[in-house]
């Protein structure tokens, strides 16, 4: 299993960004991909989730309206769109793979509460907002 992270970089407060995650190597039907970011010094959070079943996305609260999640199945990719960017937004950002439905844990989005729900981890990439 391959998830590859890319698109970090350094931005300015007010900019926008598109992150991408390349899935290899995991099964067909795995369940969804996630976004989540760490900042330094704080615990890693999660951002975005889409469901492949039927593409619908979720977003923790907190990261409606400025995050936007897609993918392309064709290049086997999922995007993370960010806009209107500030110096809170500075993180390593990674893309996690969810081999399951959450079962017994209920929503999908309690998966974006915890990190360690997740089967697979792309490397990460760094994203840092500053003029």
């Known amino acids: 299993v391959q998830l590859q992270a890319s698109g970090g970089g350094l931005v300015q407060p007010g900019g926008s960004l598109r992150l991408s995650c390349a899935v290899s190597?995991?099964?067909?039907?795995?369940?969804?991909i996630g976004w989540f970011r760490q900042a330094p010094g704080k615990e890693r959070e999660g951002i975005s989730c889409?469901?492949?079943?039927?593409?619908?996305?979720y977003y923790t609260d907190s990261m409606k309206g400025r995050f936007t999640i897609s993918r392309d199945n064709a290049k086997n990719t999922v995007y993370l769109q960010m806009s209107s960017m500030n110096a809170e937004d500075t993180a390593i950002y990674y893309c996690?793979?969810?081999?399951?439905?959450?079962?017994?844990?209920?929503?999908?989005?309690?998966?974006?509460?915890?990190?360690?729900?997740?089967?697979?981890w792309g490397q990460g990439t760094l994203v840092t907002v500053s003029s």
């Open positions: 996690a793979a969810r081999a399951h439905d959450p079962g017994r844990l209920g929503h999908i989005l309690v998966l974006l509460k915890a990190w360690e729900l997740w089967d697979a």
């Open positions: 190597g995991f099964p067909l039907d795995y369940y969804a």
């Open positions: 889409i469901r492949n079943s039927d593409g619908r996305t």
